[in-house]
T-cell receptor, first 114, second 112 residues
Framework: EAQVTQNPRYLITVTGKKLTVTCSQN?????MSWYRQDPGLGLRQIYY???????DKGDVPEGYKVSRKEKRNFPLILESPSPNQTSLYFC?????????????FGEGSRLTVL | QKEVEQNSGPLSVPEGAIASLNCTYS??????FFWYRQYSGKSPELIMF????GDKEDGRFTAQLNKASQYVSLLIRDSQPSDSATYLC????????????FGTGTRLLVSP
């Protein structure tokens, strides 16, 4: 089954404790992206990747890191989480340049930072 | 001005009525337009996409695009309580590939 898989789905952590949210897709997509969703603010892009070893900042990259060492994986790293990073996070993917269709979303990861 | 704007709602309609959801965008060069449905706490799922001016119909859903006025709308005919969700408008800004910008969504409530 074609899918984007995120883990963990739910996480409660404390300020400053490094965490990684994993994202993996099995569709051989070149493009992957991370979004956060907050009430009243909608989906905002954090980082995206056009292909392996190619990443770029989205609209709200502060406090986050990403890496793309393999085509299928695009982890989101919070080096020192803070309460304002409490949010619902979505990973998404799609085929590469020239594709004009939809984004495929993971199921989401709800993160709470105390 | 926000790049993609939607009324947050809620938009309340009775079962069986037509729900009309609207979205405006700022970039005249935008080429691709998407409507996603999102249930609370779930991931967005694609309902419709439209690239050309005019109407595009798929079952109970019709997407309408007017590039001159920079708006895109979604009509849901014969609304059902199961249509109650937040509807996100997404626009691929400009002629390039990368940036897909989402509106904040309109919450739709369909009452039995």
């Amino acid at each position: 089954e074609a899918q984007v898989t995120q883990n963990p789905r739910y996480l409660i952590t404390v300020t400053g404790k490094k965490l990684t949210v994993t994202c993996s897709q099995n569709m051989n997509h070149e493009y992957m992206s991370w979004y956060r969703q907050d009430p009243g603010l909608g989906l905002r892009q954090i980082y995206y990747s056009m292909n392996v070893e190619v990443t770029d900042k989205g609209d709200v990259p502060e406090g986050y890191k990403v890496s793309r060492k393999e085509k299928r994986n695009f982890p989101l790293i919070l080096e020192s989480p803070s309460p304002n990073q409490t949010s619902l996070y979505f990973c998404a993917s799609r085929p590469g340049q020239g594709y004009t269709g939809e984004l495929f979303f993971g199921e989401g990861s709800r993160l709470t930072v105390l | 001005q926000k790049e993609v704007e939607q009324n947050s709602g809620p938009l309340s309609v009775p079962e069986g009525a037509i729900a009309s959801l609207n979205c405006t965008y700022s970039d005249r060069g935008s080429q691709s337009f998407f409507w996603y449905r999102q249930y609370s706490g779930k991931s967005p799922e694609l309902i419709m996409f439209i690239y050309s001016n005019g109407d595009k119909e798929d079952g109970r859903f019709t997407a309408q695009l007017n590039k001159a006025s920079q708006y895109v709308s979604l009509l849901i005919r014969d609304s059902q309580p199961s249509d109650s969700a937040t509807y996100l408008c997404a626009v691929k800004l400009g002629a390039g590939f990368q940036k897909l910008v989402f509106g904040t969504g309109t919450r739709l409530l369909v009452s039995p």
